[in-house]
DNA sequence: AACCAATATATTGTATATAAAAATTTCATC
DNA sequence: GATGAAATTTTTATATACAATATATTGGTT
């Protein structure tokens, strides 16, 4: 009998995490507004679990920089800060870039294949002007050349600052433009001849050059 | 009157604070082995505090990598793998490089004082050969760098690879030569001149060369 | 003796109760 | 009416109680 390869763990989710993921998408659509106040109670009736896993996610929150509590006073949601950007792209960057360059002398045919993919499904949704979906795609291109680096490091730390800057898309609208399409070609092409340090320089400025475009837009 | 400026709060010291500070010495300092099984009620009674405030440092912890939480399972101590440096410096120099770019521009004349003074006193530990108070006065040194570049991301992600550097060398014993006294002589050179990209090289530098002499020296 | 099932035990996750602190309101005094 | 102190309310932090799940143990059957 060939057991069914389902020993993935099927670890049960808990309250905690799903009042998390949740908590967290509220905060970064807005839902949750910055600023608003955080009260136990309330999120614990609203999610129907116990006051424990809010407080608990709320503690995992804080950490990521999307709550800020006052112990004894109060926790609210932090501010969205347009100008963050500014610091929180630069440190993206760096991290892509580096990702880029480890995971140059180990891609395989199809990991091109599926950047090729990805890519194509990216333009097409730029091109539809569907910036909400083009922004998913987008973190998807560049996830697959982050696990490529195979660096745990590197991979918590660009997924924690993908959510900021998610949240900043949801709040101002980041605007990803056509030139990212090429960009993201031209690094295919470089990892393909195995230059990572010259395609670790693009996607260098691929992400700041998001800056620029984030100011220059300022029609909210 | 002039009001005393200790407007920093007062905050008090709560029990998951000190927990968390505690257990994650434990962890670095080896009190707690690597796949040492953590259970709730054991170290609240050690530390003198109810399971809550032990729960909620776990998972901080499990967040930083310290620990790994099997929901329903168990909990345990993670593995220090030797050869995660080679994992952790990349992005670590990345970041520190980072810094001194970006804090190039800003710098005062007393701030590269500081840098002077936390370098002599992290060259005295250096030829004292006590490496652990070199250890840590070389994390000074690079804290006012990152410090400087005032960017909170970069901020909580230098801590967050400094803890895992400090545990690597309280089980593995990272050696600081005597070659970073020069090189941190280099980059404050560098930094007065005002040139922050070679400052920066360089700083990568130092931290890359820390990979390949912890390799050299595999006797524990 | 080996294996399996059923029970017991331990350990975790969640809910609730209690304690401590801050914010707010009330009331008295100037 | 304004100010300040005391008391009340609200909210947070911690402790404990309860429930659910995994592990260990026991005992029976082959």
Do not use: C
Not at 102 to 108: H, I, R, S, T, W
Not at 112 to 134: C, G, H, M, P, S
Request: hydrophobic share 40%; glycine share 4%.
């Amino acid at each position: 009998m060939p057991i069914p390869s389902e020993h993935q763990r099927p670890t049960r989710v808990t309250a905690k995490e799903s009042a998390f993921t949740q908590l967290q998408q509220w905060i970064i659509d807005g839902t949750l507004q910055p600023g608003e106040k955080l009260n136990d109670i309330e999120l614990a009736e609203a999610l129907g679990v116990s006051r424990t896993p809010i407080r608990e996610s709320l503690q995992l929150l804080e950490v990521q920089g999307f709550v800020k509590m006052y112990p004894g006073k109060a926790t609210q949601v932090t501010e969205v800060d347009k100008e963050s950007i500014n610091d929180l792209l630069p440190p993206l960057a760096a991290m892509q870039a580096l990702s880029t360059e480890l995971a140059a002398p180990n891609l395989d045919e199809n990991v091109i294949i599926e950047l090729e993919e990805t890519n194509n499904r990216f333009a097409k949704a730029v091109q539809k002007e569907d910036y909400f979906t083009a922004l998913k795609i987008d973190e998807d291109f560049h996830q697959i050349i982050v696990d490529q680096a195979a660096n745990k490091y590197i991979h918590s730390i660009v997924a924690s600052l993908q959510t900021h800057v998610r949240r900043l898309f949801f709040h101002n609208s980041i605007i990803l433009t056509e030139k990212s399409i090429d960009e993201h070609k031209d690094i295919i092409r470089l990892l393909t001849e195995g230059n990572g340090e010259k395609a670790a320089s693009i996607m260098r400025e691929n992400w700041l050059r998001a800056i620029d475009e984030f100011h220059s837009k300022k029609t909210d």
